[in-house]
């Protein structure tokens, strides 16, 4: 069975620091992993994706994150925070079983202070 | 572009009705999945369809069902509503049942009273 553990439901950084959001998966076949945002009051916005090529995988508004066998973790990474960052943060892990199930984690907020 | 849309908005219902929830997925995208996101929680997966045919089923009761229709166009449909049913309801499209990446909608917002 696939599972998601993102570690802090809630993470404050200043602006201009570095964000790190980490997550943990678990899963019996190579799975897909990938980080969604969430503003209030909106669906979920793509953020990256690992699919099994490069384990450092960049997405959109500054964010990476690098996909780590050994410690089956996917943590979110972004060099300088931007108050347009805080939001809800969801990593999620994906198998083909025929169709896709998505299992997400819990979610993580980021606070950004200025 | 247009992405994926979902209505109504948001709904207000009572214990025990029965609920329709529809979405529109992206052009040209043959699957769509429901998911459940109950506040403070992530998005729990409720159906995958494909080619209007059921490919995945989440961990829910038989008062939630889905169909799909020819356009690839969704529903997702509730019965004996409980207060517990109250989330936001999200829809997502893919290309196939075999990509991976999905597109999300806005979600549909139902309070239970």
């Known amino acids: 069975a696939q599972s998601v553990t993102q570690l802090g439901s809630h993470v404050s950084v200043s602006e201009g620091a570095l964000v790190l959001l980490r997550c943990n998966y678990s899963s019996s076949v190579p799975p897909y992993l990938f980080w969604y945002v969430q503003y209030p009051n909106q669906g979920l916005q793509l953020l990256l994706k690992?699919?099994?090529?490069?384990?450092l995988v960049k997405g959109i508004n500054g964010f990476e994150a690098e996909f780590k066998k050994s410690e089956t973790s996917f943590h979110l990474t972004k060099p300088s925070a931007h108050m347009s960052d805080a939001a809800e943060y969801f990593c999620a892990v994906s198998v083909n079983t025929g169709g896709f199930k998505t299992i997400f984690g819990a979610g993580t907020r980021l606070f950004v202070k200025a | 572009d247009a992405g994926v849309t979902q209505s109504p908005t948001h709904l207000i219902k009572t214990r025990g009705q029965h609920v329709t929830l529809r979405c529109s997925p992206i052009?040209?995208?043959?699957?769509v999945s429901w998911y459940q996101q109950v506040l403070g929680q992530g998005p729990q997966f409720i159906f995958q369809y494909y080619e209007k045919e059921e490919r995945g089923r989440g961990n829910f009761p038989d008062r939630f069902s889905a169909r799909q229709f020819p356009n690839y166009s969704s529903e997702l449909n509730v019965n004996a509503l409980l207060l517990g049913d109250s989330a936001l309801y999200l829809c997502?499209?893919?290309?196939?049942?075999?990509?991976?990446?999905?597109?999300f909608g806005p979600g549909t917002r139902l309070l239970v009273l």
């Open positions: 997502a499209s893919s290309l196939d049942r075999l990509q991976e990446t999905q597109y």
């Open positions: 052009s040209g995208h043959k699957s």
């Open positions: 690992y699919t099994s090529a490069a384990t």
